[in-house]
């Protein structure tokens, strides 16, 4: 069994010719956002855990 510490994770991953690999694995807090829409992103996280009760 694995423990998971944290209910919202951040893998980045990418295509190789040998499959996909883990890039960078951060939980949610501590990942950048780049150039990502920081409103929508906390809109939607809100929502998915005010959903999942």
Do not use: P, Q, W
């Amino acid at each position: 069994m694995h423990t998971i510490l944290c209910e919202a994770l951040h893998v980045e991953r990418s295509t190789t010719d040998e499959g996909y690999k883990v890039i960078e694995f951060n939980t949610f807090n501590s990942s950048g956002f780049y150039a990502h829409d920081i409103e929508k992103v906390v809109v939607a996280v809100t929502r998915h855990f005010a959903e999942a009760g």
